[in-house]
């Protein structure tokens, strides 16, 4: 669904950009490169956004070429910090086992979100989509931990599609 919407283009699209970078989404990722090459700024920030966010080493490339010929001295800026991040490992950091963050997971979303059936959606969720689910959630409590926040009802939207079984990202 997100796909759909970042290559149906427009404002929309900007915020699938976001969302799919949020996610990891490596689906993603030709999209992306596509928007490299944009005719606004925004939507090339967008794009490098996500790229960033995915750590899309397929990406390295274009990103380079982007940059050689980017004009926007603020596209050049998130060009280069986000070619330094792709290529910088991700070392030192010890990650979580599954039940370490199982529970982190569950005590933020009790005391942030405590009507959404996390539990339920977790057992709905095929093996191989876990990860997407974990960053879901991940995105969820980041999203609704700023109160107001706009976009809280459209990742509602997402997460209970996701609890029936709908796509998150394709």
Sequence with gaps: E???ILRAGGVPA????????????????PELIK???AQTPSDRLWAIYALYEIRAQEALPAIEKALTVEADERVQQELKAAIEHIKTPTAGAQPLTPEELGKILAEAEKAIIPDLPFD??????????F???VRIRRLAIDEISD????????WQKVLKSAMRGGAIAR
């Design 120 to 129: 339920r959606i977790q057992a709905s969720v095929k093996a191989e989509h």
């Design 35 to 37: 928007l490299l090459n």
């Design 14 to 29: 900007l915020g699938a950009a976001f969302a799919l970078g949020e996610l990891g989404s490596r689906e993603a990722v």
């Design 2 to 4: 997100l796909l759909a």
């Design 147 to 154: 109160e107001g926040h706009q976009e809280f009802q459209d």
């Design 131 to 133: 990860p997407q689910l």
